[in-house]
């Protein structure tokens, strides 16, 4: 079934939306290349985390990790090759992409962060600007010959479902996970991680995925116990937060990144450096913010690593 759509509707469309390419149109495209991947989406989380909502942040990333680990699961399932890869004599690219085509994950976090954040501030005008932005990311996808129509489809499919899961997820099932230890919590997370590396270890964006958002809920527990710092203050404190809180995250990352590592090794460095960036992301940050004095304590303790349940 792929397969002929790939040589057939959906390899025209591609091909008749390239025909049509204009500057202004190539820059469009990798504009929403860029702000559409799995990486843009945390860094947002941490402004919202940072600067805005604590209890929002933790709730956007549950939506990036159940988005990004079914989009990881049906790339590996499906495993088909994107149209640039297929069809290189008719289909150009500028960016190399590491994963398998079907389906879009930029579409579906594009629908499913945004929508989650439309379906939170109940805004009809948020939903329209949300399907209007879908859409054009889709175009996107296509224009650069990353995707084909049907994996853009697949994308919007694949982020209604992570939609329904979050914003209906069972209340008892929170319940139970507010219930647990905090031992027994981080054990969970820890050993999510784990099954997600072993079962889509081939996969780079899925080691992403098993590691960055395990490792910042895991921070994000320990920093409700520990550091519990204030997302208040003015605008410009906010803002300063954020700025520096990247650029120490940043640093913090490239380390990691310069240490060495046996043979063999590459996909568990993999997942531990995104795992120890989604830990400062969500711990570090705020320990160090608050004794550098960017970061301000909270009036009142968080319950530790709770679940908001809306």
């Not at 209007?132 to 010959?145: D, F, L, N, P, S």
């Amino acid at each position: 079934m792929f397969e002929s759509l790939e040589r057939g509707l959906g390899l025209d469309i591609v091909v008749g939306l390239q025909s049509a390419g204009h500057p202004l149109l190539d820059g469009l495209a990798l504009l929403l290349y860029l702000v559409g991947g799995f990486v843009f989406y945390l860094v947002l989380i941490a402004f919202c985390y940072w600067s805005l909502d604590k209890g929002l942040g933790k709730r956007l990333l549950i939506v990036l990790f159940v988005t990004g680990v079914l989009v990881a699961g049906l790339k590996l399932g499906f495993q088909r090759p994107r149209p640039y890869i297929a069809f290189p004599d008719r289909v150009s690219h500028v960016i190399e992409e590491g994963t398998y085509g079907i389906p879009s994950g930029h579409t579906a976090f594009a629908l499913a962060w945004w929508g989650y954040l439309a379906w939170h501030r109940r805004s009809r005008a948020g939903w329209a600007a949300v399907i209007v932005y879908t859409a054009v990311m889709g175009w996107g996808r296509m224009y650069i010959g990353a995707h084909y129509p049907q994996d853009i489809v697949a994308g919007v499919l694949v982020a209604l479902i992570g939609l329904a899961i979050c914003t209906h997820f069972p209340r008892g099932v929170i319940g139970l996970w507010n219930r647990l230890s905090f031992g027994t919590r981080a054990a969970v997370i820890v050993l999510m991680s784990i099954i997600i590396t072993v079962y889509f270890g081939e996969d780079h964006f899925a080691l992403v995925v098993a590691g960055s958002v395990p490792g910042a809920a895991l921070g994000a527990a320990i920093e409700a116990q520990t550091v519990r710092f204030s997302t208040a203050g003015r605008w410009g404190q906010r803002l300063l937060r954020f700025v520096v809180g990247l650029a120490l995250l940043a640093g913090f990352g490239v380390l990691l990144w310069l240490i060495p590592i046996p043979a063999g090794w590459e996909v568990a460095r993999e997942v531990l450096v995104y795992a120890a960036i989604g830990m400062g992301m969500m711990l570090g940050v705020p320990w160090l913010g608050l004794r550098l004095g960017f970061f301000s304590q909270a009036a009142s303790a968080e319950s530790i690593g709770r679940l908001p349940v809306q």
